[in-house]
C-alpha cells in the first residue's frame, strides 16, 4: 500500500514535466514512482532526499551515443562503463547506443555481441538503434528480428561511402519498407554523400586542407538534400522517419514541410550545433571541432533553437563521439580528422543555462526534448521519461542557483579536453537516481558497473504528442 513506509522521499522540490510544474513529494519503492504528494502528506520513509529551493525532473535519456567503438580504423574514448558513469553526472539515466555489423554479419549476431559488451559494464539503462548497411543479409528478415528483440528503431548511412557505411537509395526504401511493415521508426545521417566527396577532393587538389575548409566540404545544403530525398522516399511508403543530428535551417523547414502534408517524421539535434559556430574551424585548435555534419555559420543556431521551442525539433542527444586531441591532430588534412565530439556528462547544463537561462527554451521544453520525447519515440514512455506512478523512479535532482566553470579534468569523459572549455555553467546535478539506486550525490559517484539494464522497447508511440511546446 502507497500508505505504508516506502523506500525514498524526494521532498520539497518543484516537480518538473513537459507539461508543467508542481510542488510535491515523491515516494520510491521497489524502483519505481510509488505516488506524488503534496508536501507533507507523503508516508513514512526509510530514506529521505531533500529537495527544497531544487528542480526536480525525470532521468535524461540520450538517443544518441558512441560507446566502445572504432570507426574509420579509429577507437573511441569511452567504453559503455566510463562513458555511462560520465552520463550519470549528466542526469543521463538512459542511453540508446549503435550495434554496427561487421562486413556480412548476420544483424542478429552483431545484436547479441553488442548487448554483451554493454551487459556488465554499463552503469545506466541502455537500449540500441541497430545499422542496416550495404552488407546487412537479409534486411527485411533482419529488420522482423530486431524488432521482435526490442530493438525498435534503425540507423541508415546516407554518407561514408569510404567507410562501408553509407546505403544507395534502393536500399534506403527497402528498409523503409522493412520498418514501415513492422511499425518501427527508420532514422538517417543526411548527408548527400556524393557531392560533400566531390567538394572535399576539389579542396583536397587546391590545397585547401585545413580544418577551415572543413565546413565547406559539406555545406548546409549537403544536408538539406538528403533529408528532402529521405522525407520523400519515406512519405512514399509511409514510413516513420528520424533525422538524427540535424544542423541547419533548411533541414528544418524540410521537417516543418513534410509533416505539413502528414508525415511522421521528427529530428534530433545535439548541443554542439546549437552553441557552437563554424567560426571555430578557423581557430588555432580547429581539428578538435571536426564532426558531422559540421558545424554551421551562427545565423542556423536561431533556427535550431525555434525549432526546439516549437517542436520541430523533437529531440536533443548528445551523439557523443570521445576523441583524444592527438588522434585529432595527426591527421594530414582535414579530409583525415576522425569525426566526433565529447559530450556525454554536459547536455543538461549546456541547455539549461544556454537554453533555459537564456530564454531560448522553457524548463518543460528541455524535459520534453531530453526526457519524455525520446522516451516517446523511441519506445520507453512511460517507464522512462516520465514523473508517474509506476514509472521507474529514474530523478535527477538540479540546484539552479549553482555554477561551475568546464574543465575537462573535473569531468568523467575519458578525453583530454572538451569543446565547452572554460563556459560557465548552472543546472549540473545534484543527485541521480535510477530505478530508485542512488548514482550520484554531491559530485560523487555512488552507482555500480553492470547495474544498467538493457531495455527492450516498444514500437514508438506516434499516437501520443511527441514532440510538443
Not at 526536480?56 to 577507437?75: C, E, K, M, R
Not at 554493454?118 to 528478415?141: E, K, M, N, Q, W
Not at 547536455?347 to 522516451?375: D, F, H, Q
Request: hydrophobic content about 40%.
Amino acid at each position: 500500500m502507497v500508505g505504508s513506509e516506502v523506500d525514498i522521499i524526494v521532498e520539497g522540490g518543484t516537480v518538473v514535466t513537459e507539461s508543467g510544474r508542481t510542488c510535491c513529494d515523491i515516494a520510491i519503492r521497489d524502483g519505481r514512482v510509488a505516488g506524488l504528494f503534496l508536501p507533507g502528506t507523503a508516508p513514512p520513509a526509510k530514506r529521505v532526499i531533500d529537495a527544497q529551493g531544487k528542480f526536480v525532473l525525470p532521468g535524461l535519456v540520450d538517443a544518441h551515443t558512441h560507446l566502445q567503438i572504432h570507426f574509420g580504423g579509429v577507437a573511441y574514448r569511452d567504453d559503455y562503463y566510463t562513458g555511462s558513469v560520465a552520463a550519470a553526472f549528466n542526469g543521463t539515466t538512459t542511453i540508446i547506443d549503435f550495434v554496427f555489423p561487421g562486413p556480412g554479419e548476420e544483424l542478429a549476431a552483431a545484436i547479441d555481441k553488442e548487448m554483451r559488451l554493454a551487459d556488465g559494464s554499463c552503469v545506466v539503462d541502455f537500449g540500441f538503434h541497430p545499422c542496416i548497411l550495404p552488407s546487412t543479409p537479409r534486411i527485411a528478415r533482419a529488420v522482423r528480428e530486431a524488432v521482435d528483440a526490442g530493438l525498435t528503431s534503425f540507423k541508415l548511412f546516407m554518407t561514408y561511402g569510404r567507410h562501408g557505411l553509407m546505403i544507395d537509395d534502393g536500399h534506403l526504401l527497402s528498409v523503409m519498407e522493412a520498418a514501415c511493415e513492422t511499425g518501427a521508426l527508420a532514422g538517417v545521417h543526411a548527408e548527400n554523400d556524393a557531392i560533400a566527396e566531390h567538394l572535399t577532393t576539389s579542396l583536397c587538389r587546391g590545397g585547401a586542407i585545413g580544418p577551415e575548409s572543413f565546413p565547406k566540404s559539406k555545406p548546409s545544403f549537403v544536408e538539406v538534400e538528403a533529408i528532402r530525398r529521405a522525407t520523400f522516399l519515406a512519405g512514399s511508403v509511409g514510413c516513420a522517419l528520424y533525422v538524427f543530428h540535424m544542423s541547419t535551417a533548411g533541414g528544418a523547414r524540410e521537417i516543418r514541410t513534410a509533416r505539413s502534408a502528414g508525415q511522421r517524421v521528427f529530428a534530433e539535434t545535439c548541443p554542439h550545433y546549437l552553441l557552437l559556430d563554424s567560426e571555430v574551424y578557423a581557430g588555432p585548435d580547429g581539428a578538435r571541432f571536426i564532426v558531422s555534419p559540421p558545424l554551421r555559420p551562427k545565423h542556423e543556431q536561431d533556427a535550431l533553437w525555434e525549432g526546439l521551442a516549437d517542436g520541430t525539433i523533437s529531440v536533443v542527444a548528445t551523439d557523443h563521439a570521445p576523441l583524444n586531441s592527438d588522434q585529432k591532430a595527426q591527421a594530414k588534412s582535414f579530409a583525415e580528422v576522425p569525426n566526433g565530439l565529447a559530450g556525454i556528462e554536459l547536455s543538461l547544463p549546456l541547455l539549461y543555462t544556454c537554453g533555459v537561462l537564456g530564454k531560448r527554451i522553457t524548463l518543460e521544453n528541455l524535459v520534453s526534448r531530453m526526457s519524455s520525447g525520446p522516451a516517446r519515440l523511441f519506445g520507453l514512455y512511460p517507464r522512462k521519461g516520465a514523473i508517474l506512478p509506476g514509472s521507474d523512479a529514474d530523478l535527477v535532482v538540479i540546484d539552479p542557483k549553482v555554477k561551475k566553470t568546464v574543465r575537462a579534468g573535473g569531468l568523467h569523459m575519458n578525453v583530454d579536453h572538451v569543446v565547452y572549455e572554460g563556459m560557465e555553467l548552472c543546472g549540473w546535478p545534484e543527485v541521480t537516481l535510477l530505478r530508485g539506486q542512488t548514482l550520484v550525490r554531491n559530485g560523487t559517484f555512488c552507482g555500480r558497473k553492470g547495474y544498467g539494464t538493457f531495455l527492450r522497447r516498444s514500437l514508438p508511440a506516434f499516437g501520443l504528442p511527441i514532440g510538443t511546446p
